[in-house]
């Protein structure tokens, strides 16, 4: 099936070049990371966790919105999503792929990757994570390219592949829990220290999943001719929708609780994020559009009769994406390390280094995701 990615027309051949010259600059980028070190990056003693981080814990999020289309057509026979099915898992697997990318960026040293295989250590939570990550890699792996092959020669897949399809649903929950887990488990961080935040990243993760599945499937609908079937983006754009008003439901909750208790180390973070604190509020303007597109997004999306037009179901989608890429790939680090434990303020702003390795490590997912994307359309067209 492979060789369907090495046809295509100019167009493709175009993106494909213009990915590898994205991955050459970020590969640029991170040989003078690789010199200098992580003094590259806008991080400090105060920031140790910076855009790297931000984007794998967004990323994740997006792998993970693979099991909103198994759980309705394993669990409840909604046979509808079948066919794009196969993209929500090559999608999965191309998130994967980025997230690993941007944690190998983080470390620094890219040979410290060994020591958790070398030295695992059970009582870690950084070690379950590499656990979950790489196991839904390969059972998206496993299960897309299984159940794409039996499609192609038009047989039903092997019995054996449904245990791995069902795997993945709690799977899919487990590698956005663990990620929440690293950030609430550190008592010293006011705005990560509560309860629903593994609840807040499921959220922000089914409803911008989702989004970008429904946007990249009208992109391939657009190139390649792909037919999604009648309804079937409508339909999940309900849940993105849903998703996303649990999400703000969960944040409410979490600001009502914080400034009716009035504990002054949490109550400092969001004050920073959305009005700023001590004069310091690089964010601010960031995380009030955050919450103006996801919002706007709720309102279109909310609407039956929008969600059946392309246009209004494109533009809602987007907005929730950006919404939830803002929250999560730039608030979520500044406002846990912002302001630190003894009040003291050190902001944190990405280098242009550090997002051109940012965009490298993109450019790279982005290129796995055309491929696996290319094969896996080519073969539905094939077969129909």
């Not at 991170?30 to 990323?59: C, E, K, N, P």
């Not at 792929?97 to 250590?121: E, Y």
């Not at 499937?217 to 390649?224: E, L, N, R, S, V």
Request: glycine share 10%; hydrophobic share 55%; with cysteine.
């Amino acid at each position: 099936m492979l060789e369907k990615a090495i046809q295509g027309s100019k167009v493709y051949w175009g993106w494909i070049a213009f990915l590898l010259l994205l991955m050459s600059i970020g590969a640029a980028c991170y040989w003078q990371q690789l010199s200098h070190g992580l003094t590259i990056t806008g991080m400090s003693r105060d920031v140790t966790w910076g855009f790297y981080i931000a984007q794998f814990t967004f990323l994740v999020g997006v792998a993970a919105s693979a099991v909103m289309l198994v759980i309705p057509k394993y669990l409840h026979d909604y046979h509808k999503f079948g066919k794009i099915l196969i993209l929500g898992e090559f999608n999965a697997v191309a998130m994967v792929i980025l997230c690993l990318l941007f944690i190998v960026a983080d470390l620094g040293s890219p040979q410290r990757l060994m020591n958790v295989l070398l030295h695992p250590t059970p009582n870690s939570v950084l070690f379950w994570d590499m656990v979950v990550l790489n196991g839904y890699l390969l059972i998206n792996i496993l299960v897309g390219w299984v159940t794409l092959e039996a499609e192609r020669k038009q047989i039903a897949p092997p019995k054996w592949i449904k245990f791995f399809i069902y795997l993945s649903i709690p799977w899919a929950v487990s590698i956005h829990t663990v990620t929440a887990f690293l950030y609430c488990g550190l008592p010293g961080r006011g705005y990560w220290l509560t309860a629903v935040l593994a609840a807040r990243f499921l959220a922000s993760a089914f409803a911008a999943g989702p989004a970008f599945l429904i946007l990249v499937t009208y992109i391939a609908k657009i190139f390649t001719g792909f037919d999604p079937g009648k309804g079937v983006l409508p339909t999940l754009g309900k849940t993105v929708v849903y998703a996303m008003c649990v999400n703000l439901f969960l944040l409410l909750c979490e600001v009502f609780t914080v400034f009716y208790s009035q504990i002054p180390s949490h109550m400092a973070h969001l004050q920073y994020l959305f009005a700023g604190y001590h004069g310091h509020g690089v964010l601010v303007p960031w995380m009030w559009s955050a919450m103006i597109m996801a919002v706007a997004g709720i309102l279109i999306l909310i609407v039956p009769k929008n969600r059946q037009q392309d246009n209004l179901l494109i533009i809602g989608c987007l907005l929730i994406f950006i919404g939830a890429w803002i929250d999560k790939g730039l608030g979520m680090i500044g406002g846990g390390f912002v302001p630190n434990p003894l009040h003291e303020i050190t902001e944190y702003v990405p280098s242009q280094l550090e997002l051109g390795v940012s965009l490298g490590i993109y450019a790279t997912g982005f290129l796995v995701l055309t491929i696996l994307y290319k094969v896996a359309i080519g073969v539905k067209q094939e077969v129909e």
